[in-house]
């Protein structure tokens, strides 16, 4: 928890008691190798350690790949993304606060909320990524990718990036190994 710890002084003030808090109300659980991760609406959640991959199946026959989440990032469950779900690529800790306890946290300690907010612009941030690289020719999302996931590369299936980058597999590979 170390890392999350940093993370969150370089978005804000952190005070040792709302640290101590923090800890004490988070929910720790460990999601094995292609298991669906399980969340609650209106949950924070930070990938301690592993790989997610974030699939939508609203409105689709095959559910999409929409999000890759990696190492010390946080993801949040919202009413619109009921629709959905996590699997992990590795196994995965995850550490989750449900919405009482980020409202519990935030009465004692408002300056968390502003926190909280520039983590879910993060995740937002991360999600959004796949709309601007499906606006792109396939050589450049795909060199595109190849630089904003480079350190989970190794861990990633190519039928998945295809997913992902919403290309038929063949002409994904034909376009990956030139």
Known sequence: ????????????????????????LAQ????????????KNGSLAYLSEGLLKEYDQHERELPAIVNFISQYQC??????????????????????????????????????????????AEY???VMLRMRLLEMPVKERIETFKCEFKAVLPFLKKK????????????FLRHWNS
């Open 124 to 126: 937002e941030d991360g």
């Open 160 to 171: 998945d990036i295809a997913n992902y980058l919403h290309l038929h597999y063949t002409h």
């Open 28 to 39: 720790r659980s460990e999601v094995k190798l292609q298991r669906n991760v399980l969340t």
């Open 1 to 24: 928890m170390d890392a999350l710890k940093l993370k969150l002084q370089r978005l804000g003030p952190l005070r040792p008691e709302a640290w101590d808090m923090i800890c004490s």
């Open 75 to 120: 993801f949040v469950t919202r009413k619109h993304h009921q629709h959905r779900y996590l699997e992990a690529c590795m196994p995965c800790v995850i550490y989750q606060w449900n919405f009482d306890d980020l409202q519990n946290l935030y009465q004692h300690f408002n300056e968390l909320k502003t926190i909280y907010e520039m983590l879910c």
